[in-house]
C-alpha cells in the first residue's frame, strides 16, 4: 500500500502543478510582439481572398455574348463584356475595338493582334494576359492589373493607365506615347526600346524597371540615365 501511493501521489502532484501552470500563462497578457506575428499570420487568407480577380468571379466562361460568339478573329466591335469571366480565353486578333471590358476576368487570355483601340478595361485583371502585337491606343485601363502580362510590340498611344499596376510586365517596344501612367505600378516592368515620349509617369514607382534605349522625348517623371 505505501508503495502505490508514492506512485500516485507525485502524479497527482505534476497534474496539479500543471494545470496551474497552464492557467498562470492563459491569464498572462501576450508580448506586442507575439501578438503583432499572431495577427500577421491571420493575414495570408485575407490577402488572397482580396486578391481574388475583381471580374468573372468563378462563374462559368462566357463563351456567346449578345448574339456574339468569341473566339480569335471575330469582329465584335463596341461588346459590351463588363465583368465577364474570360479567364484563358483566346481572341487573338479580334476586333474588340470599343467594347466596355470594365472588370473583366482575363487572366491568361490571348490578345495578342487583338484591337481593343478605345475599349475600357478599367479594373480589368490582365495578369500573364497575351498583348502582343495588340491595339489599345486611346483604351482606359484604370486601376487594371497587368502584372507578368505580355505585350511586346503592344500600341497603347494615349492610353489611360492611371494607377494601374504594369509590375514584371514583359514589354519591349512597346508604344506608350501620350499615355497617362500616373501613379502606376512599373516595377521590374521591362520596357527596351520603347517609346515614352509625352507620357505622364507621376508618382509611378519604378524601383528596377528597365527602359534601356527608350524613347523619353517630352516624358514628364521618367528616369534619367537611360
Do not use: Y
Amino acid at each position: 500500500m505505501t508503495s502505490h501511493s508514492k506512485t500516485v501521489l507525485p502524479r497527482k502532484l505534476c497534474r496539479i502543478l500543471a494545470l496551474n501552470a497552464l492557467a498562470v500563462c492563459l491569464a498572462a497578457p501576450v508580448p506586442a510582439v507575439l501578438a503583432a506575428e499572431m495577427e500577421t499570420a491571420a493575414i495570408p487568407a485575407a490577402v488572397e481572398e482580396a486578391g481574388q480577380p475583381v471580374g468573372g468571379g468563378e462563374e462559368e466562361r462566357a463563351s456567346v455574348v449578345n448574339g456574339c460568339t468569341l473566339g480569335p478573329r471575330i469582329v465584335c466591335p463596341n461588346l459590351d463584356l463588363r465583368h465577364r469571366n474570360l479567364r484563358g480565353l483566346s481572341l487573338a486578333g479580334a476586333d474588340l475595338h470599343g467594347a466596355n471590358l470594365m472588370r473583366a476576368d482575363l487572366r491568361k487570355a490571348d490578345l495578342r493582334g487583338a484591337d481593343l483601340t478605345g475599349a475600357i478595361l478599367d479594373g480589368a485583371d490582365l495578369r500573364t494576359a497575351f498583348l502582343q502585337g495588340a491595339r489599345l491606343s486611346g483604351a482606359r485601363l484604370r486601376g487594371a492589373n497587368l502584372e507578368f502580362a505580355r505585350a511586346t510590340g503592344a500600341d497603347f498611344t494615349n492610353s489611360d493607365l492611371t494607377a494601374a499596376n504594369l509590375e514584371a510586365i514583359r514589354a519591349d517596344k512597346i508604344n506608350l506615347a501620350g499615355a497617362s501612367l500616373e501613379g502606376a505600378n512599373l516595377q521590374e516592368a521591362k520596357m527596351a526600346l520603347s517609346n515614352l515620349s509625352g507620357a505622364n509617369m507621376d508618382g509611378a514607382k519604378l524601383r528596377f524597371a528597365i527602359f534601356q534605349d527608350a524613347l523619353m522625348t517630352g516624358c514628364r517623371s521618367c528616369p534619367t540615365g537611360w
